[in-house]
């Protein structure tokens, strides 16, 4: 390996990446990123069911080395919340996060800093299992006989960068040679998530603008449930032919929620509430405000049969989607001109 390689790995943090099962409860989830807080201030959220550390400024203090430190937070997480945690180690974010998907029996995984080490467990692997390769990256390369990573590591760089392109080419040519600039930045969950449509040309067809809102519900909805949030209140942006904008605020009248329903039927009063007649409009965006864990979050008994039915079928929505990506499955009268 080159000198770069070599100084890049060995430069890198210790880095512990955290997997709970996928239908961990929200509150457990929450209750483990606090326990690792306790370890380790560098602590960053990948939710539903995930987390990342930098243990570097922890070896000391603790007296134990990274591995150590994983299989501390793993036996504190089964003794205090039955909680089982797969724990990744390594010198950097790619390779703690591969680790993690295959932990030994005592449930820790940990990859060594040195060079051969990073070569020893990267380079057997298929080229689909290097961390954040996408299927058609996968495809592209497989169609060029590269079938492992360690054959992408022996590429040029440039070479990559021009079978994937160049931003995605540097970045999987750097991670399947053990370089990962990632770094763990502490942070909540947030507070707002917001998405937007633009229309091919500007419209006056109120069916149009409906259609985009309903699409932007089911987005949203789909990405708060995926991080267990639920949000109080939505604004509409509404963006006019002259570049002008309207915003208005509402808050759900049920409650905070993720359910694409209470969504779009706020996003649908906003829009009737502005009386717009033959305003020709641009672009609408939508943003789901006050977001709380939705785990405090009551759910009303409902009486209403259809919304129960709707409700059942958002879940199994939701689970297509988590397997074959977003977007597999969703509501026909979705808006797809809109980009």
């Not at 239908?23 to 326990?35: A, H, N, Q, S, T």
């Not at 998907?101 to 990267?122: D, K, M």
């Not at 937007?196 to 069916?207: G, I, M, S």
């Not at 706020?266 to 785990?295: H, K, T």
């Amino acid at each position: 390996m080159d000198e770069q390689h070599v100084r890049a790995v060995g430069a890198g943090s210790p880095i512990l990446h955290l997997r709970c099962p996928r239908d961990v409860d929200p509150e457990l989830y929450r209750l483990l990123l606090g326990l690792v807080a306790g370890v380790t201030p560098m602590v960053q959220a990948l939710p539903p069911s995930a987390a990342v550390a930098d243990v570097s400024g922890s070896i000391r203090y603790f007296e134990r080395d990274p591995a150590e430190l994983a299989l501390m937070i793993r036996t504190r997480a089964l003794a205090r919340y039955g909680l089982p945690v797969a724990i990744g180690v390594g010198p950097n974010w790619t390779i703690a996060a591969m680790a993690s998907r295959e932990p030994t029996q005592g449930g820790v995984r940990a990859v060594g800093s040195s060079p051969e080490a990073v070569a020893a467990f990267l380079h057997p692997r298929p080229v689909g299992e290097l961390h954040g390769i996408g299927p058609a990256q996968e495809r592209t390369l497989m169609t060029y006989g590269v079938e492992t990573i360690g054959l992408l590591a022996n590429l040029p760089e440039s070479t990559v960068q021009r079978v994937l392109g160049g931003k995605a080419g540097r970045l999987l040519s750097e991670r399947a040679r053990g370089i990962d600039r990632h770094r763990v930045v502490p942070a909540e969950l947030p507070h707002s998530a917001a998405a937007q449509r633009r229309f091919p040309t500007d419209t006056l067809a109120p069916d149009l603008v409906r259609s985009a809102l309903l699409s932007l519900a089911v987005e949203l909805g789909e990405r708060l449930r995926g991080r267990r949030q639920a949000a109080k209140a939505v604004t509409l942006t509404v963006t006019f032919a002259d570049r002008t904008q309207l915003h208005r605020s509402r808050r759900l009248p049920g409650g905070p929620s993720a359910h694409t329903d209470d969504l779009r039927d706020a996003a649908y009063e906003v829009y009737r509430s502005l009386g717009l007649q033959r305003a020709r409009v641009r672009a609408v965006a939508l943003r789901c405000e006050q977001l709380v864990d939705a785990a405090t979050v009551a759910e009303q008994l409902s009486f209403d049969v259809g919304r129960e039915h709707r409700l059942q079928a958002e879940q199994a929505i939701d689970a297509l989607n988590a397997r074959f990506g977003s977007g597999t499955a969703g509501p026909a009268a979705g808006f797809p001109q809109a980009g």
